[in-house]
């Protein structure tokens, strides 16, 4: 079955980076999109940043845009999120996402149980 599990949150102060990992399992990485969202506390989940199954065209939430960058390793099945220039409004339950086709138009399933990221001083 479909596994996502995240890796590389923590506690960053403002201003600091973290390059979070998603290592997924049980089926062909390199046919789906792929997605990174996060949930603050009392805050519905939001997309930050998604990519298209060759990693040639991503899209990223306004929030975000300019200081996340999004990539992936098809080789090794691993999706990342590069976050530079973090601030306290990035503090959130940070989780990964399979597509259901190549592009991100065709929606996500599953979720990764998730990893924490904390920006605080």
């Known amino acids: 079955q479909v596994q996502l599990v995240e890796s590389g949150g923590g506690l960053v102060q403002p201003g600091g980076s973290l390059r979070l990992s998603c290592a997924a399992s049980?089926?062909?990485?390199?046919?789906?999109?792929m997605s990174w969202w996060r949930q603050a506390p009392g805050k519905k989940s939001e997309m930050v940043a998604q990519?298209?199954?060759?990693?040639?065209?991503?899209d990223y939430a306004l929030s975000v845009k300019g200081r996340f960058y999004i990539s992936r390793d098809n080789f090794n099945n691993t999706l990342f999120l590069q976050m530079n220039n973090l601030n306290t409004e990035d503090t959130a339950l940070y989780r990964c996402r399979k597509g259901t086709g190549e592009n991100w138009y065709s929606g996500f399933e599953a979720w990764g149980q998730g990893t924490q990221v904390t920006v605080s001083s």
């Open positions: 049980g089926f062909t990485f390199s046919t789906y999109a």
């Open positions: 990519i298209r199954n060759d990693g040639q065209l991503t």
